[in-house]
């Protein structure tokens, strides 16, 4: 995989975080918003996993569970990722 250092070709976080809203409605069962706390509505390894697969099918990044646990606010999980994004 490659790193892309200058984010020349960095994924558009307003993308991501639609998306990802729309991912995490689907993985959760439950509606989702920007600054919700996945963790509060029941985010468990599989609605991560699945998060993270569904993510990398729609984009170029990188997502692993942990960016998940560790970024539980889809907000700040977007921005996250989308400053991970590369090119293939």
Do not use: K, Y
């Amino acid at each position: 995989m490659i790193e892309n250092p200058t984010n020349q070709h960095q994924v558009s976080e307003p993308a991501v975080l639609d998306a990802l809203l729309r991912t995490a409605t689907e993985a959760l069962e439950l509606p989702v918003t920007a600054n919700d706390d996945l963790f509060d509505l029941g985010l468990d390894s599989l609605s991560a996993l699945e998060i993270c697969a569904t993510m990398e099918d729609q984009f170029p990044l990188e997502c692993f569970p942990e960016d998940v646990f560790e970024h539980p606010v889809p907000v700040d999980l977007a921005r996250h990722l989308s400053s991970r994004s590369h090119t293939t």
